[in-house]
């Protein structure tokens, strides 16, 4: 990834490019908000909310006759009848299957809405699920219109690999073995196709966050990203972009580890390490304060604990509102 312009980085788009009426809302939503929906690989939709920071998503629509299939869901209940009317549009039925790349509640608040046949996820979502995160607690973001969010569990798990055939293509949904942005990690992988839906182990243009995860995890994940052959990548936030958008990330979480390694050396706490830090480039990426959380993450790492491991996530966020003065901003 190119930070020196500051700007997300554009993949070839194919197929069309259509803003959804949600995304031309008025007020402060109209330019950070925008929905549009991109079709990365012959026949494989990307639904795509700028400007992919806090709760704003992407998602993927692959239509097929006799089952279609979601990746995740959006965050809201508005967004998620969005990605509906996009979806039928396309021509998806009533029978429909689901992949969720992660648990967190922009990608899965909208599955009770879609209402799928079944949801497929990584065998670590099920517990993250349970934890009772879907709807963040009142004055960590500024307001969202939630809407009615039940939480729809997976029915299907899988440890490393699971492939489906949809149509005549085969997809591989896959795990790395360890923990990276949150426990289950699962991307969306279409060997022939080389698309990868990456979830949440990439953002293109907003901060990776590794609180719920592991930054030494998300590194090693890295190498196995790496592997595949892919052209297109859909990240969890941002626009579609290619492989080197991995590059960023990694450049990124060596940062963070080595600010880590420093602020436990110098006794100093997460925050106080953030708020002397000159982030430099990577202040160009928006949701600067998840600097704080990925630092409670890797101190903890750094100090013992096991990857992934629990650590005290309420004060890690106490300490972001901190970091950012107030709540964070949110536009879902
Ligand atoms: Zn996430």
């Known amino acids: 990834m190119s930070l020196s312009d500051g700007s997300q980085q554009r993949a070839p788009a194919m197929g069309h490019d259509r803003v959804s009426p949600l995304g031309q809302e008025p007020e402060h939503r109209t330019v950070s908000a925008m929905i549009h929906v991109e079709e990365v690989g012959d026949g494989i939709f990307a639904f795509i909310q700028r400007d992919g920071s806090w709760y704003l998503n992407n998602a993927g629509i692959i239509p097929e006759r006799k089952l279609s299939y979601f990746v995740d869901s959006a965050a809201t209940v508005n967004r998620t009848k969005v990605i509906i009317e996009e979806a039928r549009r396309l021509g998806v039925g009533d029978r429909v299957g689901m992949i969720a790349t992660h648990h967190h509640g922009d990608h899965t608040n909208g599955n009770a809405t879609i209402d799928p046949t079944f949801i497929v996820a990584h065998a670590s979502v099920p517990a993250e699920m349970a934890q009772g995160f879907a709807v963040p607690p009142p004055g960590l973001f500024n307001d969202v219109d939630w809407g009615e969010i039940v939480v729809r569990q997976p029915d299907v798990v899988f440890e490393r690999e699971l492939d489906l055939q949809i149509g005549e ?147 890690a966020f106490v300490d972001m509102l901190k970091y950012n003065g107030g709540p964070l901003r949110c536009f879902a």
């Open 169 to 315: 293509r085969l997809v591989r949904v896959l795990h790395f073995g360890r923990p990276a942005h949150t426990l289950g990690d699962a991307v969306v992988y279409f060997p022939q196709d080389h698309v990868l839906f990456a979830g949440d182990l990439a953002f293109n243009g907003g901060t990776p966050f590794a609180l719920m995860g592991s930054v030494q995890g998300w590194l090693d994940t890295l190498v196995a990203l790496r592997a595949l052959e892919v052209t297109v990548v859909v990240p969890g936030h941002g626009d579609p972009c290619g492989m080197d958008v991995f590059d960023g990330i990694e450049r990124y979480l060596r940062f963070v580890l080595e600010l880590a390694g420093n602020a436990l050396r110098e006794g100093v706490s997460p925050l106080e390490a953030a708020v002397n830090t000159d982030l430099g480039d990577f202040a160009q990426w928006h949701d600067s304060e998840r600097i704080v959380g990925n630092l409670h993450r890797a101190m903890a790492e750094l100090s013992g604990a096991s990857p992934g491991s629990p650590i005290n996530i309420q004060t």
